[in-house]
Structures are given as C-alpha cells and as structure tokens.
C-alpha cells in the first residue's frame, strides 16, 4: 500500500484508522474522505469531502490521487439497519459497488469490513466457524453477506485483491459509534463509568457478544492488507476475536475500579432480537494460520486504558 484512499473515514474505525495509516505510510499517502467535513482528519494529512454512493466522484478521485488501496468504511450499522432497512441497503450496498467497480478500472486493492452480524440464529453459537451457514436475519447482516460474496466475485472474476476480516462489536475512545450498533453499549458504558453516571443497558444481562478494542481491529486490517496474498486461503472474509462478554462482566470489570458505579437493564427489544441472533464468540483459526493474526487486548487490559483515555476528556 503506497497511496491509500478512505471512504467514510468521519466514522469510528476511519477516524482512528486514518490517522493509524498515516503514521505508517505517510500524511500525504493517505487521503480521507467522508460525506461530511472532518477538520481533525484534514489537519493531519489530505482530506476531501466525497460522496461514497457518487460512482464517477470516487473514480475521478481514485485517478486523480494515483490511489492503489481503498479501505470502504461506509455502513449503516445493525440497529439503524432495521429502523431503515431500505436505505441500508443502499448506502452499504451502494458504496461497496462503487469501491469495487472502481477498483477494478484501477487496479486497487479494497478492504471492506464484515461483521459478527454476518452469522444468524441458525449459525453455531459458540467458537462459530470459518465456513459455516450464514443466514442472517437483520437488514445489516444480508448487506455483510452480501458484501463477502461480491468481495469473493470480483477477486475470482476480475483478480481485484479483496480481504476482509469481520469485526466484533469495537470498544474506542475517539469517536462515538453513533447508536446505530447492537454493540454500542460496550462503549457508551465506560463514558457513563466516567462521568459518574448510572448505566442503562438496553442489551439484556447474559448475552454475549464477541467484542474488540479499537488498536486491535487496526492492526487487523493492516496486517491483513499487507499479508502475502499466495497465503491466503480465505478472503472476504476472516473470523477474528479477542473477548466475549456479557453486560454484567464488562459492568464488574469496570466496577472493580470504579466500585461506586452503578448499572440498569431498560432492554430495547430490537438490539436484544439482534444480539440474541448473532453468536457468542468466534473462531479466528484461519486467520491465526493464514495471516498471523494475533490480539494484544483483553478485557482487563482494554478497561484499564479506556477509563485512562476517558478520564483525560474531562467529561461534564
Ligand atoms: C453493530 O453493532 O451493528 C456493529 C457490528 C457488530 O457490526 N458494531
């Protein structure tokens, strides 16, 4: 990867991910763009504003910066996905055509991210395989799928050098994921640890989610873009996993530090629906053998730096 384009960089894996890529390729190397301004990302390097559902925009800027490495991060996420399914599959679908198409007239490299929500209630539940029945039941979860297959089409049809890695729920600090996630709550949770608030979970105690600190959903990407294409058996897409926890662990990890913290359950019956239909961990084998992959955070580990990092905001 030499020159790198973002699309959708204003969003919560693009806003560390950028500047992630700049320090290893360069500022000027990496150009973000989103469909709304974002003045930190253009304070550190090249930024344009794009519309990712503009198929001649994205050419005309994949030609005009010599882009040879695209990185798609437009989505729509589980829970708004079914509030507004029509228009998920628009925008998710719609953007992932155009980094393809234009990938291929360029001769890029693209990765899009997949999911947990790729797997559905009939998938395995516990370590869910590589390969394995993904029938899901969410507006988000037939985007993902449907994005894996097209991701394997045009590598097998066209040569286009497409990977993927399916992301847990990712745990940040720098940008919110917006409310629009199953997950989101593994976030929000420390913000109210922080701010002395009481939490109120809208997923219900006892489920669990495979989940990811931010750095090592980075380094995944990274190492996966960067991984000897001739060891890849698999490619759109990889398991890869680091911790599954339910609402009340997250809740004592926190508490261990901060024991005055408080938490509540007031269940959303569309997240609990979704949560319940995705599985309770994966297993990330083949990206092990494949590519090396390898996670440097746990829960314990990932609570510690998230209050630190928080606590620095000086939240009201
Ligand atoms: C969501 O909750 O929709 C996302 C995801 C797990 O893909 N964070």
Redesign the pocket.
Known sequence: MKRILIVGAGGQIGSELTTYLRKIYGNDNVVATDVRECKQLAESGPFEVMNALDANAMAEMVSRQKIDSIFNLVAL???VGEAKPQTAWQVNIGALMNSLEVARQYNCALFTPS???AFGPSSPKDKTPQDTVMRPTTM?GVCKVTGEMLGDYYHSRFGVDTRSVR????ISNVTL?GG?????YAVDIYYSAVKGEKFICPIPEGTLMDMMYMPDALNAAISLMEADPTKLVHRNSFNIASMSFTPEIIYAEIKKRLPDFTMDYDVDPVKKAIAESWPNSLDDTCAREEWGWKPEWDLSSMTDDMLEVIRKKNLK
């Open positions: 996420l589980s829970a999911s947990i929500g988000y992301f847990p729920g990712l994921p629009g996630g199953t997950t989101d």
